[in-house]
């Protein structure tokens, strides 16, 4: 069965302190990874999209790189605005959905 | 409009009501999901709805819910006769419906069932 699966469930960093999120993924035909922001009590904010493997994505301190297995969420200098939880969800080849992960939760401290 | 819109944000019902979710898609959009999130959970599919097409009915969690798509724009999802398990925040998003291409979600509906 297709699935997604995020790690770590929980991050927490200190400003300024780089990481990054993973995100795995087993689909048969994948046609589009994509990574959301969600903030409490808000839907889902679109990030990126990565189609191939290799391909890259950049805005701001956030930067998404995808291979054929899974995708990375690097998040340089982090700043205390960009604690939210990161969802990743991939379509397969049906498309008539995305799965989602359950998300890794990010706390920047100041 | 600019981005998804849905009402009611927040709905508290009595178990055993019947409660109806609206969802206005971005203006254009052909392709229309609902998704259902849980408290610390993941978003759980329900159903689908793309053109004129037959919807996508596979997420849907048991009969007693139900989903249309008028004039391919506007969508109700409704429940009826709502239990406790029901409470939760439930998503719309909308795509262009081109292949591959991302949703935009809005903001949910939280349903809380007591």
């Known amino acids: 069965e297709d699935q997604v699966t995020q790690s770590p469930e929980a991050l927490r960093l200190q400003e300024g302190e780089s990481s990054s999120l993973n995100c795995s993924y087993t689909?048969?035909?994948?046609?589009?990874l994509f990574w959301y922001r969600q903030d409490p009590g808000k839907g889902p904010e679109f990030l990126f999209t990565?189609?191939?493997a290799g391909e890259e994505k950049e805005k701001e301190r956030l930067k998404a790189t995808l291979t054929k297995k899974e995708s990375f969420l690097h998040i340089t200098a982090p700043k205390p605005e960009d604690s939210a939880t990161y969802l990743c969800a991939v379509r397969a080849y049906n498309f008539n959905k995305f799965y989602f992960g359950s998300g890794t939760k990010l706390n920047v401290k100041p | 409009g600019a981005g998804v819109s849905q009402s009611p944000s927040n709905k508290v019902t009595e178990k055993g009501k019947d409660v109806e979710l609206r969802c206005d898609p971005i203006s254009g959009h052909t392709a229309l999901y609902w998704y259902r999130q849980s408290l610390g959970q993941g978003l759980e599919f329900l159903i689908y709805f793309q053109g004129n097409s037959a919807p996508d009915k596979s997420g849907l969690p048991s009969d007693r819910f139900s989903a249309e798509r008028t004039g391919g724009s506007v969508s109700t999802l409704t429940i009826q006769r709502t239990q406790q398990e029901d409470s939760a925040v439930y998503l719309c998003?909308?795509?262009?419906?081109?292949?591959?291409?991302?949703?935009?979600f809005g903001q949910g509906t939280r349903l809380t069932v007591v």
């Open positions: 998003a909308s795509s262009s419906g081109r292949q591959n291409t991302e949703a935009f």
């Open positions: 990565l189609y191939s």
């Open positions: 689909v048969s035909g994948l046609r589009g």
